[in-house]
Nanobody
Framework: QVQLVESGGGLVQAGGSLRLSCAAS????????MGWYRQFPGKQRELVAR???????TYADSVKGRFTISGDYTRNTVYLQMTSLKPEDTAVYYC?????????WGQGTQVTVSS
């Protein structure tokens, strides 16, 4: 079992920045996948960024060059640094990790970007 606690969402103006944090209850070095997804109203969750196998990083095309995923193994925390935010980035952001082929989701954090 892995518990995830997210923080860092909020309201920001277009062009601004936010950093999301996801604290895991287990060592993140034991996780096969760590990442962030987002969900727009009425839509399915979509990938934003993720680590796979500890080293392969994948970004959605829509966030490449603006968002950066990183991990702090001393704090068992995964971050999503978001810059140059756009109103279309407004969504609920979810942390996701996978351990032994079992996936776990955070509770979600709202990010709202005003124009």
């Amino acid at each position: 079992q892995v518990q995830l606690v997210e923080s860092g969402g909020g309201l920001v103006q277009a062009g601004g920045s936010l950093r999301l944090s996801c604290a895991a209850s287990r060592s993140i070095s034991s996780l096969n996948v760590m990442g962030w997804y987002r969900q727009f109203p009425g839509k399915q969750r979509e990938l934003v960024a993720r680590f796979t196998g500890g080293s392969v990083i994948t970004y959605a095309d829509s966030v490449k060059g603006r968002f950066t995923i990183s991990g702090d193994y001393t704090r068992n925390t995964v971050y999503l640094q978001m810059t140059s935010l756009k109103p279309e980035d407004t969504a609920v952001y979810y942390c996701y990790v996978e351990r032994s082929l079992i996936g776990y989701w955070g509770q979600g954090t709202q990010v709202t970007v005003s124009s």
